[in-house]
């Protein structure tokens, strides 16, 4: 059975991040329709630059639906501190899913449920007899980490990512990628606003998990901690398992997607005549050049 190339795209980071790359400047680039094009713009200098660094044979994206998800009913300030999108980005979400269905890109997304666990669930789906690369700039995705499973990161600019195998994250961390869901249940995320054990940093979180292994682990040998983490730990036992469970991407999301819908194959003139619409005349080179490169290939 052929091994194929899949790539899964973070469809909100991507956007996200190339709103705000922008947006800082003041920088909307409003088309003769009034609609604000700046996210849709580097979202796709960003997709085209991933699908040639790449070369997939199959593509899917992965969204947000809505700002409420399962982990809101586990802890209600999950994610309480995200500001509102701005007015500026809130047409371009349609509008961006839109545009990776004019690429013929699948995008995925389950009310409920995070783009990260859409990603997860794909991932678990394909991985077995395919090499898949998930491109974000989600840190948390790294615990997908394994010997079929690559994580490219964002890095400033177009087309830089760090390129993490499950090897180099072992060689970086110390840790196998999977541990990172109890590091991060031990430290929290500030980001998504949940605590983990208090008083508990970074540094601490990994040297632990690093030790013992895991929280069942660090629980079972809370004796061979300092003082100050033993009672740390035991003043927060319910958070730390809390925070553990939201830490923890679901790998189980009820999403069905079958390899052949997400083969990649590109129509140069669909994906033109949506990119004209748009008024986005700096994709156009991009997109003929990515045209030639895939029907150099086949």
Known sequence: MKKENILIVDGMALLFRSFFATSVYGQFMVNSKGIPTNALNGFLKHLISVINYTNPSHIVCCWDMG?????????????????????????????????????????????????????????????????????????????LLNDNVDVLIFQKGIGNYKHYTKGSYIE??????????????????????????????????FKLVAQYKSIEGILNNLSQLTKSQKSKIENDLEMLHLSRELAEIN??????????????????????????????????????????KIEEVI
């Open 67 to 143: 700002s409420k998800t399962y982990r809101n009913d586990l802890f209600e300030g999950y994610k309480a501190n995200r500001p509102e999108a701005p007015v500026e980005l809130i047409p371009q979400f349609d509008l961006a899913k839109q545009v990776t269905e004019a690429f013929n890109i699948k995008n995925i997304g389950i009310e409920g449920y995070e783009a990260d666990d859409c990603i997860g669930t794909l991932t678990k789906m394909l991985e077995k007899d395919n090499q898949v690369t998930i491109i974000t700039g989600d840190k948390d995705i790294l615990q």
């Open 172 to 205: 970086e961390f110390e840790i196998e990628p999977t541990m990172l869901i109890d590091v991060k249940a031990l430290m929290g995320d500030s980001s998504d606003n949940y605590p983990g054990v208090k008083g508990i940093g970074e540094k601490t979180a």
């Open 251 to 292: 790998c189980s999301a009820p999403l069905e997607c079958l390899i052949e819908d997400i083969v990649f194959k590109l129509d140069e003139d669909k994906a033109l005549t949506m990119l004209k619409e748009l008024e986005l005349k700096g994709i156009y080179t991009l997109l003929k050049d990515l045209s030639m």
